[in-house]
């Protein structure tokens, strides 16, 4: 981006006047009021010398620039003072992008005063509220009043001041956390008399160039009141004093400020009390002529640590919850009921069947997906939906053994109708009731079947439109509604009282700077005398979160768990680590899965320092797409997620807990191609929250996104797919970043599960411009287009015949080498790479890199690309880009492949069958001899007629003209030539 210049940017194109200020970009009088509105553009790349202005970790705009602001603005209309002026929320500027600026000003009143207000919102987010900064009023009244005495410039500076330490001062301001780069140092020499505090202050050179485009340079102005932080704070503020201990009190609310002169570049002041926390400023040139005055600058004394909370008070960039939004009611006419037919599997204990019957649906019911199948394989029409209803009652084994059947039962249902070929044009609706929260009224959420959410997720984003979600209440309207609410589009709802319901993300609000009750709570979860319980201490997240415990939160003690505790790689320096830091960390071996181990080791908790928090970080991963998945796979995912939750549930509930933290991921509540276990497993974490607020107990589950964090599970991530989670809006936190989102997440109250998860909202905008490409969850944070984008003439033929028509009438090589290339193409896409020819025609697709969910997102950009409805498991029944081009080729376009490729294809399967014999087939074949003579004797006589076809023999005339027979006559005269045994 190019630096600011003075005056801003050519806007005149755009129907505005230029600001004619480097912090505004153009000015306008709005119609029909005399009203007038200001615009802007901050950014550390336009605007560099900001960041120069950090507290903590943010970089403030300074207060000084916002009374610039209202000054310039003051300007336009005529008011010459800025009567009032109260900074709200402090304006933190990103490291990347870019923050609009909105500066309005109202009508003038009976006296001539008008209202002003700044507004701010990142550019990156032009859905999002705008958030007020800054509110005051201007008035033109100092014209008429008389200007400020001067400074006695030959009295320089008064007689009898003590000279205040300069030296080193901003070397202690940033032991503080108050950073203050070279542009913002330019306090010189500083001055005590009385009460009264003098300063000379002056721009470095860098700046004084800009000096002249400024009322008031917002750095000279804020270094005048830096020397309020050499003297000690006042009694009354309750704040500590003392020279050693710097004071940040900051511009808070501005009363009568007036410019006299502008463009300075050095200045002499005088700072007077003027009441408790407030001061009256006097500003001179350096001849001690009047440049500025303030009757009254309120300054409140603040820390780092709060200004790292307010910074971007109102919501968090990087912190969600899901918020179940309802949608219009549709028409009766858009219901999906005419001519629709529906089938329902199992005994239909929701009553489907009389709420379907008055919506018009014509319904069958099967008692399960075998007879549904066989019934369409005699020539019943496939039904348009299928509702299969997850069971009414647990088995009731205990909640633990419950929930791994239950997601068995999905899993063996889901598996099944993705296998039916029969049935690949209608789309299966798996129904719970309770399993999600969608509103305040919903009562005991169902831990059971909460799960079947997280791995039909998954499977849904590996198998497109196949499948849905519906999550039911009692009420009969809800259930009349289902063929409106799944006509809509939308794969996953819930149905409440007769309204539709969709999942999507929402921004968590912050809590004020002052919010004493979230202080209170965070002080209480992290006592100094209470222990805190870590499982899975020894993974990278774990073993992070106790340092961070430690060093930022004050925690003392700590019980660290893990499986194989001491031996795990890195855990005596781990714990070593931690006691050198001041704590008392124990290390144990426990399977926290396994209940009598975990009870053992909390009765060793001494009872002078009892558990006070519990952070349950244990995971297992073990990724696959979900045709590959067993129950025990499912199991070794579940464990640590579900057996070892419950237990920690369970033997905690009678405890006091000030925390009861979950670590969660984001693959159950957004879903995870490959990741159906571990989806099911975290959304049993997040349902066990909300259960346990329900009954008052403590408790928040993190859905965690990506972390950059490369030990433990974040380090199986390659590159390719970090590229996939960025090209999804989705990018990787910084250890930084995320401990800060889990500090924030303690102090939201009445959430029991929260997103802490790093987006990128410039990707999430531009699939959101592409149909059908933005994730439902993510519709919530960017606008969609609210129209159709036409896509050239619409025909209503399907993409298929498009690439069909694409393909006729070129040669059978070009039409090779045109679907070889779209291979490639999309195989670039998905690895990441920088060119299609480093992708070879004939390399296998596992050597290039593909896995199982690399795999599947070529198969979904495929299906998109050609219309087709292609298996998951594409690339490894056609392993290189050769064999997969010729597939889709056969698939769009079947009479234009050479019928040598065909014959090739079915001598690959048949040495496919011949290789997969195995000792036992062997053995069967061998003792009928004549069955053996037969079959080799055939094979043998296949060799020589084709090589007689090659060499031109009479008896090979029929098949003279093979490259343009039909597959059906090739196989005629396989038979006829060689017999059919």
């Not at 100094?528 to 997240?541: N, Q, S």
């Not at 040598?900 to 062997?922: P, W």
Request: proline share 6%.
């Amino acid at each position: 981006e190019p630096p600011a210049t003075s005056g801003g940017a050519d806007v005149a194109s755009a129907g505005l006047a230029s600001a004619e200020h480097p912090l505004l970009g153009a000015a306008v009088e709005l119609p029909d009021s005399d009203g007038y509105l200001f615009t802007g553009r901050l950014a550390l790349r336009t605007h560099p010398w900001l960041a120069d202005h950090a507290v903590g970790d943010a970089v403030l705009l300074p207060g000084t620039a916002f009374v610039e602001l209202a000054v310039r603005a003051g300007d336009q209309v005529d008011c010459d003072l800025v009567e009032e002026l109260t900074l709200e929320v402090p304006l933190a500027l990103p490291e990347e992008g870019a923050l609009q600026l909105r500066l309005v000003v109202g009508d003038p009143d009976h006296s001539g005063r008008r209202s002003l207000n700044l507004y701010a919102r990142p550019e990156d987010a032009p859905g999002e509220p705008w958030t007020r900064h800054a509110s005051g009023t201007l008035a033109n009244a100092a014209r008429t009043a008389a200007p400020a005495a001067p400074l006695d410039a030959a009295s320089w500076p008064p007689a009898g001041a003590r000279e205040l330490p300069v030296e080193g001062h901003y070397q202690r301001l940033a032991e503080v956390g108050l950073s203050y780069g070279p542009a913002f140092q330019g306090l010189q020499k500083a001055w005590q008399l009385g009460d009264a505090v003098y300063a000379e202050v002056r721009l470095p050179e860098e700046q004084q160039a800009e000096a002249g485009s400024y009322g008031l340079h917002p750095a000279l102005l804020d270094a005048a009141l830096q020397a309020l932080a050499l003297t000690p704070a006042p009694a009354d503020t309750g704040e500590s004093t003392g020279e050693d201990e710097p004071q940040s009190r900051r511009p808070f609310a501005w009363s009568g400020f007036a410019l006299h002169a502008a463009c300075a570049s050095a200045l002499r002041v005088r700072l007077t009390p003027n009441g408790p926390d407030a001061v009256s400023l006097t500003v001179a040139d350096s001849a001690g002529e009047p440049v500025a005055s303030v009757n009254s600058l309120v300054l409140r004394p603040v820390s780092a640590e709060q200004f790292s909370r307010g910074a971007a008070a109102g919501q968090h960039d990087s912190l969600f919850r899901v918020e179940w939004m309802p949608l219009p009611s549709p028409s009766p006419a858009a219901n999906g009921a005419n001519g629709a037919t529906w089938a329902v599997l199992g005994d239909d204990h929701l009553k489907f069947g009389p709420a379907l019957e008055q919506a018009g649906v014509d319904t069958e019911f099967y008692a399960d997906l075998d007879a549904l199948s066989a019934a369409v394989a005699t020539g019943r029409p496939v039904p348009d939906a299928v509702l299969a209803a997850c069971a009414a009652e647990p088995a009731g084994d205990g909640l633990v053994a419950d929930v791994h059947a239950a997601t068995h039962r999905a899993l063996a249902l889901v598996q099944g109708w993705l296998t039916e070929d029969g049935l690949a044009s209608s789309r299966l609706i798996l129904v719970t009731s309770g399993a999600v929260t969608a509103g305040a009224a919903d009562g005991e959420i169902d831990l059971v079947h909460a799960p079947i959410w997280g791995l039909v997720r998954a499977a849904r984003l590996e198998n497109e439109d196949r499948l849905a979600l519906v999550d039911l209440d009692d009420d009969e309207g809800s259930r009349r509604l289902l063929p409106a609410a799944i006509a809509s589009g939308e794969a996953e709802f819930a149905l409440r009282a007769g309204t539709v319901h969709v999942p999507r993300l929402a921004r968590v609000a912050r809590p004020a700077p002052d919010d004493a009750p979230a202080q209170q709570e965070t002080s209480r979860v992290w006592d100094p005398e209470g222990t805190v319980l870590i499982t899975g201490a020894t993974g990278g997240l774990g073993a992070l979160l106790a340092r961070h415990l430690v060093t930022e939160r004050g925690v003392r003690r700590l019980l660290l768990t893990s499986r194989r505790g001491p031996d795990a790689p890195g855990a005596d320096e781990l714990v070593a680590e931690l006691n050198a830091l001041g704590a008392e960390a124990q290390l144990a071996a426990c399977d926290a899965a396994d209940r009598d181990a975990l009870a053992a080791l909390l009765a060793r908790v001494p009872a002078e320092h009892p558990l006070t928090a519990v952070v349950h970080t244990a995971a297992v991963l073990d990724d696959g797409v979900i045709g590959s998945l067993t129950p025990e796979r499912v199991d070794r995912v579940l464990r640590p997620k579900v057996d070892a939750a419950v237990n920690l549930h369970e033997l905690t509930a009678h405890l006091d807990l000030a925390a009861f933290v979950l670590f969660s991921a984001a693959a159950g509540t957004l879903g995870g191609a490959g990741l159906g276990s571990y989806g099911a497993a975290n959304v049993f974490q997040d349902a066990l929250a909300r259960h346990r607020r329900a009954r008052g107990l403590a408790a928040v589950s993190l859905v965690w996104g990506l972390w950059a964090e490369r030990r433990g599970m974040a380090g199986r991530l390659s590159e390719v797919d970090l590229a996939r989670s960025a090209r999804g809006g989705v990018l990787p936190m910084t250890a930084e970043q995320g401990l800060a989102l889990f500090d924030a997440a303690l102090t939201v109250a009445d959430e029991p599960v929260l997103v802490p998860m790093h987006l990128d909202l410039k990707a999430l905008r531009a699939l959101a411009a592409v149909p059908d490409a933005l994730p439902a969850a993510f519709r919530g944070l960017v606008r969609t287009p609210a129209r159709r984008v036409v896509q050239g003439t619409s025909t209503g033929e399907p993409e298929t015949d498009s690439l069909a028509r694409t393909l006729a009438g070129r040669s059978a090589a070009e039409q090779q080498r045109q679907v070889l290339d779209l291979v490639r193409d999309h195989v670039v896409a998905v690895l990441g790479y920088t060119s299609a020819d480093l992708v070879g025609a004939g390399q296998a697709f596992r050597e290039l890199g593909f896995d199982s969910l690399t795999a599947v997102e070529l198969r979904n950009r495929l299906n998109e690309a050609t219309g087709l409805r292609l298996p998951a498991t594409l690339v490894f029944d056609h392993p290189t880009p050769t064999l997969l081009a010729e597939h889709l080729l056969a698939e769009v376009a079947p009479d234009s492949r050479p019928a040598g490729s065909r014959l090739t294809e079915e001598l690959d399967q048949l040495e496919a069958v011949l290789a997969s014999l195995s000792a036992d087939d062997h053995a069967a074949v061998a003792p009928d001899e004549a069955a053996h003579a037969q079959i080799a004797a055939r094979l043998q006589t296949l060799l020589a007629n084709w090589n007689a076809v090659r060499a031109g023999d009479d008896a090979s005339a029929d098949a003279a003209s093979i490259d343009d027979a039909t597959d059906d006559e090739i196989f005629d005269y396989i038979d006829k030539r060689f017999g059919k045994g």
